[in-house]
């Protein structure tokens, strides 16, 4: 399913997007002339008090059109606001008399509290979250507010060994709460219950099995030798069903 082809009235899948005087074959509404002056609400209206029917006479109705089903899948993505994301971060902090690199591989719920207004909590590590006018913004400041908790864990830390259990101690702090609400996310995408949308509907898939979570912190300080292997770009990805 082509999600930005989707017709905003009826969720009939279009050939092109619905835009550019383009005319949705389900319901006849034409992009660009008649939502100009009239609400996609008031035009789903109308179409649902014609039957709703199928409107064009040039394209076939496809045998299995079920127009019910189109707006079943329109409210569901529109109802899409908990996205679970898993994520990889690699940060070097330098301490007292050590420098220490920490390769985090974590869980976090992205959710769309309204337009413009997103939300990133943790989930693993918990007690972490941000916001932001875009998921973007919201993932940046994410990360820098975790970077702050490390930070202030190696200030707080008398050597490289009370920094190293410091934080593995608050990453492994649960919060059942949202470890609830990410599972429950990843079953509603697992069972087709609703479509992400962009930037998420674009990001890999990958199971929770395939990217446990785990926090590996070492003392970079001490190595004989680096080469370019050792560097580990940030990743998101949505967890998916296995």
């Known amino acids: ?105 974590g869980r976090a719920l992205m959710v769309k509290e309204s337009e413009n207004d997103w939300w990133i909590y943790g989930v693993r590590p918990a007690a972490i979250a941000e916001t932001g006018s875009t998921p973007e913004e919201a993932c940046l400041r994410f990360h820098n507010r975790y970077k702050k908790v490390l930070f202030d864990i190696s200030e707080e830390s008398s050597d490289y060994e009370v920094f190293k259990k410091s934080v593995e101690d608050f990453y492994f702090q649960p919060d059942v709460e949202e470890e609830t609400r990410w599972e429950d996310a990843r079953k509603a995408l697992r069972g087709a219950e609703v479509i992400p949308e962009k930037p998420f509907s674009e990001l890999p898939k990958e199971s929770p099995e395939s990217r446990p979570p785990q926090i590996a912190v070492a003392r970079l300080d001490k190595l004989k030798r680096f080469q370019s292997s050792d560097n580990v770009p940030d990743t998101f990805v949505m967890a998916t069903a296995a």
């Open 1 to 105: 399913m082509v999600i930005e082809n989707l017709c905003p009235v009826c969720g009939y899948e279009m050939e092109e997007p619905p835009r550019d005087y383009n005319i949705c074959p389900s319901c006849g509404t034409e992009f660009g002339v008649h939502d100009v002056n009239a609400s996609i609400s008031e035009l789903r209206a109308a179409w649902m008090q014609s039957g709703p029917r199928w409107w064009s006479k040039t394209d076939t109705q496809p045998d299995n059109w079920n127009p019910l089903a189109q707006l079943a899948t329109l409210d569901a993505r529109k109802s899409m606001a908990h996205y679970p994301l898993m994520f990889t971060l690699w940060d070097a902090v330098s301490g007292n008399a050590f420098l220490a690199g920490v390769t985090l591989t």
